[in-house]
């Protein structure tokens, strides 16, 4: 069974920092582009990040020179360092495994994390 768990998440005032964690289990994704998606309350849910198993980086513009995403193919898990943390950032952040096709679009991942909560207060 393959899952994705993401840790990491809670409450932090703006300007401060989290790191996001997803650990997947049931198979091996070093070969999968990896990415991160938010939903915040009544919108949809959206881009973050994405990394690709050669290293390349992509990020929403919103987020870039704040977040990095980064990965650890040895425990199979993926991280997203989001710093200097805004009120617009607060959502569910999800991370996901790519499968095909466009890597903005939340219909190229085929496997989900449950998501963790992120709060910005301000």
């Known amino acids: 069974q393959v899952q994705l768990v993401e840790s990491g998440g809670g409450l932090v005032q703006a300007g401060g920092s989290l790191r996001l964690s997803c650990a997947a289990s049931g198979r091996t994704f070093s070969r999968n582009t990896m990415g991160w998606f938010r939903q915040a309350p009544g919108k949809e849910r959206e881009f973050v990040a994405a990394?690709?198993?050669?290293?390349?980086?992509f990020y929403t513009d919103s987020v870039k020179g704040r977040f990095t995403i980064s990965r650890d193919n040895a425990k199979n898990t993926v991280y997203l360092q989001m710093n200097s943390l805004k009120p617009e950032d607060t959502a569910v952040y999800y991370c996901?495994?790519?499968?095909?096709?466009?890597?903005?679009?939340?219909?190229?991942?085929?496997?989900w994390g449950q998501g963790t909560q992120v709060t910005v207060s301000s």
């Open positions: 990394m690709f198993w050669s290293g390349a980086t």
């Open positions: 996901a495994a790519h499968y095909s096709g466009n890597i903005y679009y939340q219909n190229a991942y085929n496997y």
